[in-house]
């Protein structure tokens, strides 16, 4: 049986040379705040206001991204709900990987993941073009 | 953060073995079981933004392939895991305010087990008149008028 440590409890452990985990655990919760905000708020407007999600279409985004306000809601929520999430599912890889070099390879993918959807959706944002054919 | 007075309760409450887990912030009982549902709602959410992104992404491409994909989500079958999804990302959203209301009000880490109760009472009162909108008009094609 696995025995875990109290919380807190007093022992020696290896000491990180930097605060990088504090840094970590802060974000999650100011970034947790802002999600609050931004992501309830995206999921009334899209599924209930005004008919919900039968409602939008291309010409539904248009009309939003018409918009400076929309534009910075949607790519806030982007950035910070991927890295939100990106450093959640790092904390469970951390916890359920058995073999450093799973633990490598998984991170590797989800980085790979999170910075290519983050750069695509950034991307799409700034260049959209409501006359595209 | 650390205050000092993290619950003990139930090493009062008598009992040995397991029981003497449980009342601790997130060994056994709703501590515990709120952290595992933390990291299922998180997980299902996060995997959903990258098809979330891709399928938005297509109004770069073109008009009627992102309503093609959107036509999707119009789906009633689609309509109902999409309430599944807003249900998980309430109760993710809800639970994220009591684990910093745990971590930053003094009180917090004693009040736990009643903040997780009354954010299960908000999600349920958010998502009844939540899905009777989600799924109005679903039920409406389905069944008629």
Redesign the interface.
């Known amino acids: 049986m696995t025995t ?1 440590e ?3 409890s007093r022992q020696r452990r290896a000491r990180s040379r930097t605060n990088t985990e504090l840094y970590a655990w802060l974000f999650m ?1 100011v970034s ?2 802002l ?2 905000v931004l ?2 708020g995206h ?1 009334f407007i899209m ?2 206001l005004d ?4 409602r ?4 539904f ?2 009309g939003r991204w018409a918009s400076p306000f929309w534009q910075v809601w949607d790519l806030l929520m ?1 950035w910070l ?2 890295i939100h ?2 450093n ?2 790092r904390t ?1 890889i951390n916890d359920y990987t058995r073999r450093d070099a799973s633990r490598f390879w998984l991170k590797m993918l989800l980085y790979t ?1 999170t910075g290519l ?1 983050i750069a ?2 950034t ?2 944002i700034f ?3 409501p006359n ?2 | 953060m ?1 205050t000092g007075t ?1 619950p003990r309760t139930s090493t009062a409450r008598g009992g040995g073995g397991i029981t003497k887990l449980a009342g ?4 056994g009982r709703e501590g515990m079981w709120s952290w595992v549902m933390h ?1 299922i709602t ?2 299902l ?2 995997f959903f ?2 098809a979330h ?2 399928d ?2 297509l ?2 491409v ?3 392939s ?2 093609t994909v ?1 036509a999707s ?2 789906n009633p079958v689609v ?1 109902l895991l ?1 309430l599944g999804l ?1 249900g998980a ?2 109760f993710h ?1 809800l639970n ?2 009591r ?2 209301a745990v ?2 009000w003094s009180r917090g880490a004693r009040l736990q087990r009643q903040m997780l109760w009354t954010i299960v009472a908000v999600w349920v009162v958010v998502m009844v008149p ?1 899905a009777y ?2 799924l ?2 679903t039920v409406e094609t389905l069944f008629g008028s």
């Open positions: 875990i109290a919380p807190r919760r947790g705040i999600l609050v992501v309830l999921l599924n209930i008919g919900g999600v039968q939008i279409n291309f010409g985004v248009a982007l709900a991927m999430g990106s959640g599912l469970i993941a959807t695509l959706g991307l799409v260049t959209f073009d595209i054919s | 650390s993290e601790t912030l997130y060994r990291r998180g997980v959410t996060f933004l990258f992104v891709l938005t992404a109004v770069r073109s008009p009627s992102y309503d959107i989500y119009k309509n999409e807003v990302v309430l959203a994220g305010l684990i910093i971590d930053f939540g909108f989600m109005k008009h």
